[in-house]
């Protein structure tokens, strides 16, 4: 027990934790766990007692590496030593260490990579019945360092040992009664299915749809989970794209449009500009009717307060309509008065210049659209009125070409001091050797690239106060960072919370389809 106490003490300390990898720290968590875990100790699913009898346990020295025995530094062994240990309290700290130690991406490798994967997947499933309070924590802690361990690509440990034997289990728990066991779970399922060496087995098993089942599961840490890991699946190329939007995803995101937490909104419209950005899902986004919804969110936004008109919701959803208003093919769907409007609206607001910059791209693609030119002209909101005055009230270098564009297209005289600002910029372009710059021509529309998109988007989300609390005990009412987790000596409780979804005027028909989904995504033993 000392021994795992001084383990988990030098784990605790950010500086050790490289030292402890390299003097062979591995050989002695393997060893303890050993012990741990031996027919002789209680298990952790069959017996119900919170304070169990210590058992006595003989550690002979020839076992332990001499690499291992020289980095003890809390253990005095000479020929035998005889310890009491306390089972349950031995595997949390052990747990707690490995987690420690895993939270610094270099010994990720080392760990994952060792014997102490398989005597955790054992652990865990031990403990996937567990009921008290201690066995619970236990099986929370080992979900953590497997979650740690689940990102390291390797076909033998991770994939064979970890994937293969525990998808099933942790799946299930997904569904838990625990919300912590569930949202640690949702986080080591994420890490499955974004790992490149067992993507393939979580989609096949059914991993991909428990993920899209999370999404409904009106839990904001739960549906969090869910749009991060949908995302970087995304991410990872074309394939997992059209496996993701054939298996459902898109309906399940514009629910959660309709929530009450911002955080979920957030979450949720981050994966959607995603979406909007590849022409793969452009077309499923809008056949599932993802314009009316973002619409609402847009007007919501316009009602709050100002410092809310930069927030990373208005950015995702002004950036999805730039991805769709750029395809040719959705003019049309676009060239909606309900979605024109508030964004003419928005622009009388005097919002940020990364929303204005996004917005004038908006209405610079749209202007190639005879049906949006008609709206533009008919409009009661003073249009062009406001698209003039951005030029003046924020004093960009990159306004008057947008500006400039509109106007033209919809045949109102462009004011000469637009004219000389739009000129001065296309100088400079020139003499950068910028050839896309030019507005001047009627074939050639400006609009923001995908890269410019994205950084806005990005400088949106990072301004956001959504960071995750991390502390020894995780609230179920958060995400765990789990690459940030430091564990202090004993034993400790985290009370559990439910997040509260609310639904727009779409209430009814959203609920029957939350229903539908539901019923498909969730496993059978759930």
Known sequence: MESAKGLLELSADVQSRDKMIEQGCIDILARLMQVACSPSSPSSSSSSSPTPTPTTTTIVPSTISPRARATSTNATITNSTTISINPRELKLYLCRTIINLASLDPNVPPIAESIVVSQLVDLFLAGANATSETDLEITRAVTVALSLLAVHESP??????????????????????????????????????????SRDHVIENGGLQAMIGLALAEHAPLQIVACRAIKKLCESGEKAQIIVTDSGAVLPLILMLASSDQDVIESATDVIASFAEMPITQGTLLQAGIVHPLVDVISSGIGAQKDKLASPVLINVLTTFSHLAANQELWDLMADTQVIFPLIKLLGLTPPLSVIKILLNIFSLQSECPAAVAIFKNNPFSFFEKLIATCSTYNHKSLPGFVARVLQACGVPVPGQIKAANNRSMSVSRLLGSSSSSLSSSSSSPSLSQAELSTLSSLASSSSTTTRTTSASLSSSSIPDLTKLTFAVGLNNSSNGNGTNGFMHTKASLQSSRASIHTSSSPSSS
Do not use: F, K, W
């Open 156 to 197: 033998s440990t991770i994939r064979n040992v970890l994937v293969e034997r525990c998808l099933p289990v942790v799946i299930d728990l997904t569904y838990s009664g625990d919300m912590q066991l569930r949202v640690r779970n949702a986080r080591l399922l994420e890490h499955m299915l974004i790992n490149a060496c």
